[in-house]
């Protein structure tokens, strides 16, 4: 069984930071992807941010050049670093893991909310 643990969200003013934490623990194989997803009151679930195990990045369009993400594969862990936020970056963010074996297995945490507002 695979848990997510993340940490980190809050309330901040539009112009400043936040970094989230995810912990994986359980049977993580080697070969799979992390991630951060959001979710805004009445919009679909989106992602943000997606690391593979190789390394290899993906950023959503509205996020890149603001946020960094970056994981630990001894520990399993992945963080998310939220630099100039704004009001519209207000939302549910999830952790999300992928393992890749003889088929797709996929993972959530609880969730974490981020607010951006003054």
């Known amino acids: 069984q695979v848990q997510l643990v993340e940490s980190g969200g809050g309330l901040v003013q539009p112009g400043g930071s936040l970094r989230l934490s995810c912990a994986a623990s359980g049977s993580i194989f080697s070969i799979n992807r992390m991630g951060w997803y959001r979710q805004a009151p009445g919009k679909q679930r989106e992602l943000v941010a997606g690391?593979?195990?190789?390394?290899?990045?993906h950023y959503a369009d509205s996020v890149k050049g603001r946020f960094t993400i970056s994981r630990d594969n001894a520990k399993n862990m992945v963080a998310l670093q939220m630099n100039s936020l704004k009001p519209e970056d207000t939302a549910v963010y999830y952790c999300?893991?992928?393992?890749?074996?003889?088929?797709?297995?996929?993972?959530w945490g609880q969730g974490t909310l981020v607010t951006v507002s003054e």
């Open positions: 690391i593979a195990s190789g390394g290899s990045i």
């Open positions: 999300n893991l992928v393992l890749f074996t003889t088929t797709k297995s996929e993972y």
